[in-house]
């Protein structure tokens, strides 16, 4: 015995008609509009970031702008390769900061999310510190944690996981408590222990949220790492991106700062597309948010 | 054709697999859901509870899963319970949606810890017997409603429980599907022999499934009539339009506006 088909799947038109039959004038602008609209998603960026950047070059040029108050974005660019030997080395001590931070937030943020779910009592006593945490500026923390952390690397990276550490707590939890309330009940019946409920339930459950969070703290575990550099400035044995544009600044090498900032602001669009990357990767096959619908 | 094959004996002499003992049902202290629900499961049954929302058939089918407790009375498994006696069917399909078919039938297996090349032959079967053999490596996503619904019921059916509950499976799909399910949870019945406690909103519905219907009335939720139906199975699309099922159909639906109408007149007084 075998069940062949719901009465839910499409029929097919009995005559076959050509295809430019039924391709009317509304489908047509429809298709029109998609292409269009295929194209200026690409377009239009690119457009409009090149006419800012002539313009910043125009404006420059024309008021004749001297370079220490702001610099074309040619020199900006030459700049950037003149002194590529002296940013890329800090460029990489910033990284390796965010992404040692982002590393940890990741890692402590999911432990501390499913010690929350699995004990009431846990959650009750830690979640105000995690609280505090995030809503305490770092700016205002960061001189403390530096006179108490004297190896300035493990104080940055501090700084940054503390930043970057909450959204993931928090989108985490929010995620392992979402589960469908049937598929738990299923659980129950089928009598799956914590284990089997987090393994095979809950994690899978909080992907996407945890996802969520997770692009959120790769952000911020930059913003983090930027600030606490600014904020030990010369302090902190910091030869970071931040700390480069401050030095730059010190010497009116506004050009140099223009450089730095450009470097960071790249690496913040990199780690928000590798996020967003993974996002997908993880989520296409099954949820909403990664569906493409007509 | 499958090693999981009971024969469904005549009803009267079919074993007692479960029993509801006088059971109440409180809420908050004082919230009746139900009030002196009794209830016996013999192999081989197919059960409808029918009536209107509120009336404690999701109440009763929880108490039964374990899901919660009795306020008073109890629920009997002869010869005890185990972990491997149920499988149930939501409302919803209520499949992982980050699983594919396959695997969503193989969770109750895994829970276990057997080991998926031990059971694929097993799930396999019963994907076959629910019509989705073509559909084993999907995501629920690109099924239509009707389809995770077999699935659903594919994953209840595949540890071969000796009870299945299902709480208003068909409830949320368009008539057209809804009657070819009840098809083929017919057929599938007669294939595997398998119980089931069946909830209803539908007087139609609880006709053409059940061999036994336990019409309900709300406030509190309890049994006030059984209703059998003596017709043989296999019952096919030719039973919906016959005399007998148009005469059973009408006396369960009086006897279900007896009971709404009595309620009623109770909280007026």
């Not at chain 1, 390769?81 to 990284?95: A, C, E, N, Q």
């Not at chain 2, 059960?47 to 009795?70: F, H, N």
Request: hydrophobic letters at 50%; one cysteine or more; aromatic letters at 8%.
């Amino acid at each position: 015995m075998s069940i062949a088909e719901d009465g839910t799947s499409g029929l097919k038109p009995a005559v076959n008609e050509p295809e430019s039959a039924l391709y009317d004038a509304e489908e047509a602008r429809y298709a029109r509009a998609r292409r269009i609209e295929a194209v200026a998603k690409w377009a239009l960026p690119i457009i409009v970031m090149t006419l800012a950047i002539w313009g910043w070059d125009r404006l420059v040029v024309i008021n004749n702008i001297p370079k220490y108050i702001l610099p074309s974005p040619g020199l900006v660019v030459e700049t950037l390769i003149k002194d590529w030997g002296i940013l890329y080395p800090s460029m990489l001590v910033t990284l390796k900061i965010t992404l040692t931070a982002l590393a940890v937030a990741v890692v402590g943020g999911v432990l501390l999310a499913v010690l929350f779910t699995q004990s009431k009592f846990a959650e009750m006593s830690f979640f105000p510190f995690a609280v505090i945490m995030q809503v305490t500026p770092i700016v205002s923390v960061a001189p403390l944690i530096f006179i108490y952390v004297t190896n300035g690397f493990v104080a940055l990276i501090l700084c940054a996981w503390i930043v970057a550490f909450f959204p993931i707590l928090a989108n985490t939890t929010l995620g392992l408590k979402s589960a469908d309330h049937n598929l738990r009940d299923l659980m129950t019946i089928y009598r799956a222990n914590r284990w089997q409920r987090l393994r095979y339930l809950q994690l899978p459950s909080a992907l996407p949220y945890f996802l969520g969070g997770l692009r959120i703290a790769g952000g911020l575990s930059l913003i983090g790492a930027i600030v606490a550099e600014y904020v030990a400035g010369s302090t902190a044995a910091g030869s970071g991106l931040a700390f480069r544009i401050l030095e730059a600044s010190y010497r009116l090498n506004i050009p140099r700062m223009y450089a730095g900032l450009l470097l960071i602001a790249l690496m913040g669009v990199a780690i928000f597309m590798i996020t967003a990357g993974l996002n997908h990767f993880l989520l296409r096959k099954w949820h909403e948010s990664a569906l493409k619908r007509d | 054709m499958t090693d999981i094959h009971r024969d469904i004996k005549p009803l009267g002499e079919r074993p007692r697999i479960l029993q509801m003992q006088e059971v109440d049902k409180t809420f908050n202290g004082n919230v009746a859901a139900l009030r002196r629900m009794s209830l016996t499961v013999n192999e081989g049954d197919l059960i409808s509870l029918l009536g209107p929302s509120g009336c404690g058939k999701s109440t009763a089918l929880r108490l039964i899963a374990g899901l919660m407790r009795p306020t008073r009375g109890r629920i009997v498994w002869d010869g005890g319970q185990s972990a491997d006696d149920l499988g149930v069917v939501f409302q919803e399909p209520t499949l992982m949606p980050w699983a594919t078919v396959i695997q969503n039938v193989y969770l109750p297996f895994r829970l276990r810890g057997q080991s998926l090349a031990s059971v694929r032959d097993r799930i396999g079967e019963v994907l076959h017997l629910v019509g989705l053999d073509k559909f084993v490596e999907s995501y629920p996503r690109e099924l239509s409603g009707g389809m995770k619904m077999r699935v659903s019921i594919a994953r209840a059916l595949v540890t071969n429980p000796r009870l299945i509950l299902m709480d208003e499976p068909f409830a949320a799909l368009d008539e057209i599907t809804r009657q070819k399910l009840n098809n083929d949870l017919l057929s599938l019945k007669a294939a595997t022999g398998c119980t089931v406690i069946f909830v209803t909103h539908s007087v139609f519905e609880s006709v053409f499934l059940s061999d036994r219907i336990l019409v309900m009335a709300p406030r509190p939720g309890r049994v006030i009539s059984e209703i059998t139906v003596d017709q043989p199975y296999p019952r096919d699309s030719a039973f919906r339009t016959s005399p007998e099922y148009a005469a059973i159909a009408r006396r369960t639906s009086d006897t279900l506006m007896a009971a709404m109408g009595n309620t009623e007149m109770e909280a007026e007084t």
